[in-house]
């Protein structure tokens, strides 16, 4: 399982369509739920949190 910060972004969006298109897990960490469907299309899952919160991202990470 690979965890994407930022992943909507131009490095993060790169990195997560490859390791998709390799077969791997993905899951995004973005603060906008406009990504979701783009992403789950693509076969992510897709987590909306703001990374300053470190409890749900701890959430996120232990899953």
Known sequence: ?????????????????????????????????ASIPVWQKRGAQVEVIDIHNTAELHGVLQG
């Open 1 to 33: 399982m690979h965890i994407i910060l930022g992943g909507n972004g131009h490095v993060g969006s790169a990195l997560a369509q490859t390791l998709l298109s390799q077969g791997e897990s993905v899951t995004i960490i973005s603060r906008s739920p």
